[in-house]
């Protein structure tokens, strides 16, 4: 048996296919080429989508070259040299080398898993970083559109800070990383 095809139409075959979810799952059908038929992206997913480009080119055109600085080395070096390598190991050394970090159980926690996964990696620690940042970046986006509701302003907004150069350091800095990761939860 052959099944029935239609006539080729240029018009028609250049639309790009894409799941149907109303008529279930593995259902695919060709994209209408009306704008009201068509289902298009959330813009804020496209929003967050530019954003996501803009940070991680304005990061990773100067991040890529650069390794640790700062006393990044300090607490990289209590680790590398701890005696008891495992997770707990790691976060009693630190605390005996940085008794004031008891303060921030969550910074040690981040600075141990960060390790375990990266070791002495600057590269792995800077994607981490500006995960976070971005998180950061996101939840500074909704909280905007949520006042001021004007998506052509609060992506300007919030593009430029994302991009300011004298906010670089949260961006590459280890040991800014409580800090940074303190902002998701205010």
């Not at 704008?35 to 480009?53: E, F, G, N, Y």
């Not at 605390?95 to 600057?122: C, H, K, M, Q, S």
């Amino acid at each position: 048996m052959r099944a029935f095809s239609a006539p080729p139409d240029p018009a028609r075959d250049s639309l790009p296919v894409v799941l149907d979810r109303e008529h279930g799952p593995g259902i695919l059908r060709r994209m209408s080429a009306d704008p009201q038929v068509t289902r298009s992206i959330p813009t804020w997913l496209r929003d967050l989508s530019l954003l996501a480009l803009v940070t991680t080119l304005g990061t990773f055109l100067f991040a890529h070259r650069l390794g640790f600085y700062s006393d990044d080395y300090a607490f990289l070096s209590v680790f590398r040299f701890s005696t008891d390598q495992s997770l707990i190991g790691l976060a009693r050394s630190f605390v005996d080398a940085n008794v004031e970090t008891l303060a921030r159980p969550g910074g040690i926690l981040g600075f141990v898993i960060l390790y375990e996964l990266f070791g002495t990696n600057p590269l792995g620690y800077h994607v981490a970083i500006l995960f976070v940042y971005f998180l950061g970046l996101c939840a500074f986006y909704f909280a905007l559109r949520g006042f001021l509701g004007d998506r052509t302003v609060v992506l300007a907004v919030v593009a430029v800070y994302s991009i300011l150069p004298h906010y670089s350091t949260d961006r590459l800095w280890y040991a800014s990383f409580p800090a940074l990761s303190s902002t998701l939860g205010s």
